[in-house]
């Protein structure tokens, strides 16, 4: 049984590592005190699909002020905070945050957020694919970019689908912190 829960965290984290792909050169970050940060929602899914499908299928009990909070205040308030928070605790010497004189900016373009489901022994984690373009601040031409797919965590599971998407934004921002952190 111990080979097994052993051999199945390799495989997890063998997999995670796998899941993510840079191109283009980060040194351009090298010395930088500050970096700006923005989301890019434009054209996201949910599992696939729109945003409208996904929201019209949720749970009926869950009413219009839910529904308004998915695309504004789980965004801004939540999930926004806990990439940033998770990703600046990788970093050594920077720091991401609302920094718009910043010489850089990170892009963060959600691509696909699969919220996942609460099953009890049975639920799935919340997953997000992204990519995080590093652009000169103003700019929208990538000087470098992390492809993030399908970032998810373990150990957590909770019955609201905004608290597992939360989850899966902490994992995103520490995905990007420690791609970050290997800058020498």
Do not use: H
């Not at 191109?23 to 940060?37: A, M, P, R, V």
């Amino acid at each position: 049984m111990k080979k097994i829960l052993i051999l199945s965290l390799v495989i997890g984290m063998f997999t995670a590592l796998q899941a993510q792909k840079v191109s283009g050169d980060l040194s351009c970050l090298k010395g930088q005190k500050e970096i700006n940060i923005t989301f890019n929602y434009k054209g996201v899914t949910y599992d696939g699909d729109s945003e409208a499908k996904y929201l019209k299928g949720e749970d009926k009990a869950k009413d219009a002020e839910w529904k308004a909070a998915w695309t504004s205040s789980f965004r801004t308030d939540n999930w926004e905070p806990r990439l940033i928070d998770d990703l600046n605790k990788e970093l050594k010497g920077m720091e991401c945050g609302d920094f718009a004189d910043a010489k850089y900016t990170i892009i963060v373009k959600l691509i696909d957020i699969d919220p996942g489901t609460f099953a009890g022994p049975m639920s799935m984690p919340a997953k997000i694919t992204a990519t995080a373009s590093i652009v000169k601040t103003g700019s929208t031409s990538p000087l470098a970019t992390i492809e993030l797919k399908k970032i998810t965590y373990k150990y957590f599971m909770s019955p609201q689908p905004e608290a597992r998407v939360g989850e899966a934004f902490s994992c995103v921002g520490e995905a990007i912190g420690k791609k970050l952190s290997k800058i020498k």
